[in-house]
């Protein structure tokens, strides 16, 4: 619901009665959204006071309290409309009332002064009717500007209920959308940072076929870097025709660097690895913000976004406690499922987004414990309450959710799909405001599966943190696993959107796949190896370009198995891992042509709901390809997917809020609605959008961006919950992707004086490492001591051409008498073989200072 003044389209409005013929020029053009209501919801159509809005039976129903004065002092309109001055419209719909009474369709403006362009009046009665005017419009709106339609409803003594469909006003000679709803560059850049000794382009939009001279510039305006653009022609995808930049060669970390072609220059950005580390948090920092039946306080996140406990049975609240099934179930029992996180913009808890998004958050923790660096996740690093237990903290903040996700399980072991308000809530509602009713939508199939991988790998990850937590979660793992393997094909149904996003998913192989991958890592059980090895998914059968996503998650179940210690044969493993690096090729082939690199497959369905968490998830795929081979490429390739979310795309924009100087500000939420009131808060940093959607979904995109190419079909509207929206499973992405790149920009800051390649043959249970350390200062050295962590369980059993000792995972080499002094520009090499299982080392480091890798 957009929001709209308290006084509307008043009695001042010109009525035409006599038709007016159409202008030769004019077409056809519908100028009403959702005149139909066949989404099923009212959406963009609002309800002023004393009005209640309803979708029932294909119409929009209109509960109207009695007792006003004006036709004007109970209204249901749409903003945004868009009105020629001199062009004629026709002005339809069908409409009966329970009670026969007068109604006004007007035309007009929606704020201040609130001209009217027309309106007619019409009696209502309890048989619907059809009813039409033709008016010419006197006042000029563009599309998604101040034009209104309305309808006025009061002016009674007695309450009424008032249906209308079939809404249309026709009309115009301009066609819909084709605008560019925000400003853009020439020179796009990553508006955040790009980290120092990794590729650093950007896109120049130019027509020109021949290269074009750039320079980089300082923040004091100063040129340190020149070069040429290479032209790459038309990028359908943007609709931009493009040259590349390549900027790598400067490395010097600082602030405010621009870069100019001619006259045009970039928005600014950093040479720096902190933003990533930063985002690593903020990203993180969402979750705690989504909570569910907790306070949200203002030592954790300010006072701007701090809030009373959301649906605790806190009226106007009806509460999470004791939650029933819809009443056409007839389930006879109630759940207490307070906690949890709401799922998007809405106040709904769904087990099958929660399930991917929760899992993606334990396995960044268990990839850091595995192969990488898990001490940025230790207690304390981020600003939760519970972050002084002794416990991880990122294991802390997914608990949050995998109690809730313990809580949907019903008696006979099956999990809820679903709870959310029994209609749905207005925009804005705080979630301690929002007086709806809650219901438990149906058991599923996919949200038990669900259930019992999440509680599978949790129950993994906290055995050594707290064992009785561990054998709950494990309990409940193997009660959801029977329970779906009884029940294998109760799926959702695609027609429960009333309230609440459907979350439908008719195939449901890959979420087996996933829960008995889950429970084997976790348990070595012979009857869940049995059913991963027969499996259709079996080893990364289904990885593609497409991705993962909620209602594609046998790839899960593929990580899990490359990354946990198992049972199954080596070959099969290093087949899953194969299969990573391959689909990773394939992005980094697609990308290379791309106007603006992303890892993201259009081919089929163009960009969809949600484009910019496929990116990540791809991004994921790059990084797991990096971690499993050791290739830069894939590496690059996750940064490069970083700079397009950040301001590397044909919309100059950062879809991630509060990273860049044009950034994401006003996602579809019910509390960061501060486009639609004042005294809300915007989207806090960290929070990730949607992004580009080119099916239009919602009525703003649909007003604003017809006709967009594919990367351009997006627009920062609270209103556009299609391509703005965030989502839990959208931000676990962008927390597991920064996470990683966190990791890996601290590993290639520069140093002044050294370079390492680490190169290492691996079996099973061991390994021989060769190691070259390069001078690449100005000055010899004369002896020097090299540094790095082992991840995993390596450990180094025997060394040569250096003095190695090991604690923990840290491991030091120091030169003997006759290598350890080095010119510069020259090398030497040692080596060492070693025990245990794990990753390359991440970084180096020679003397203290940190190295290049390569």
Known sequence: ????????????????????????????????????????????????????????????????????????????GQNGVPFESGQSYTFSFDAHATTAQPVTAAAGESVSPYRGIASQTFTLSPTSQHFTFTFTSTLDFPDAGNGQVAFQLGGQTFDNTICVDNVSVVGGVKPPGGVTPIPTKKVQVDLVAYAPSLPKRATLVSTATSPQPWALKNSAGVTVATGQSVPKGADATSGDSVHQIDFSSYDTPGT???????????????????????????????????????PIEAQYVGAEYARPAGHVNVAPNQGDNNVPCRADLACGYTLDVRGGWYDAGDHGKYVVNGGIATWQLLNAYERAVRVGDATAYRDGAMNI???????????????????????????????????????????????????????????????TLNLAAVAAQASR??????????????????????AAKANPAKLADPNDGTGGGAYSDDTVSDEFYWAASE?????????????????????????????FHWGGTAPLGDITLALAPNGLPASDVAAIKSAFATVADQHLTAMSSMGYAAPYDNSSAGYVWGSNSSVLNNATVLALAHDFTGAAKYRDGVFEALHYLLGRNPLSTSYVAGYGDQAVRNVHHRFWAHQNDPTLPTAPAGSLAGGPNSALQDPIAQRL??????????????????????????????????GWAAEKSAVVTPASDCQVGFTAHRWPDGLSAQVQIT???????????????LPGTQRVTAGWSATWTQTGRDVSAASMSWNGKVDPGKSVSIGFNGSGSGADPAAFSVNGKACKTG
């Open 1 to 76: 619901m957009r929001s709209q003044p308290p006084r509307l389209l008043a009695a001042t409005l010109l009525v035409a009665l006599v038709a007016v013929p159409p202008a030769a020029a004019a077409a056809d053009y519908e100028r009403v959204l959702n005149g139909g209501f066949d989404t099923g919801t009212a959406d963009p159509w609002w309800s002023g006071a004393g009005v209640t809005n309803r979708v029932t039976g294909g119409e929009l129903c209109a509960s109207v309290t009695g007792g006003t004065t004006n036709p004007w002092d109970a209204l249901i």
């Open 256 to 294: 405010g660097y621009t870069l100019t072609v001619g006259e045009d220059s970039s928005f600014p950005f950093d040479i720096s690895a902190d933003a990533f580390k930063r985002l690593r948090y903020d990203s993180l920092a969402f979750f705690y913000h989504q909570r569910s039946g907790t």
């Open 385 to 447: 309450p519970e972050k002084s237990n002794g416990v991880p903290d990122l294991l802390d903040e997914a608990r949050w959710e995998v109690d809730f996700l313990l809580k949907m399980q019903a008696p006979d072991g099956m999990a809820h799909h679903k709870i959310h308000d029994v209609n749905w809530t207005a925009l804005p509602t705080r979630p301690e405001l929002d007086d709806q009713a809650r219901r438990l939508s149906p058991t599923s199939t996919a949200a």
């Open 461 to 482: 990850l906290w055995k050594t943190v707290d064992a009785t937590y561990s054998t709950t979660l494990l309990t409940a793992a193997r009660k959801a696993y029977a």
């Open 519 to 547: 429970l084997y890592a976790t348990t070595g059980d012979a009857s869940y190896r049995t059913d991963v090895t027969s499996s259709p998914h079996y080893k990364a059968a289904s990885l593609n370009r497409g991705g």
């Open 705 to 738: 961006l017809v006709g967009c190419p594919q990367q351009r079909c997006w627009v920062d509207d609270i209103g556009a919950y299609s391509v703005n929206e965030v989502a839990i499973n959208w931000n676990s992405s962008l927390a597991w992707v920064s």
């Open 775 to 789: 001078n690449t200062g100005t000055k010899p050295w004369t002896a020097w001591t090299l540094g790095f962590a």
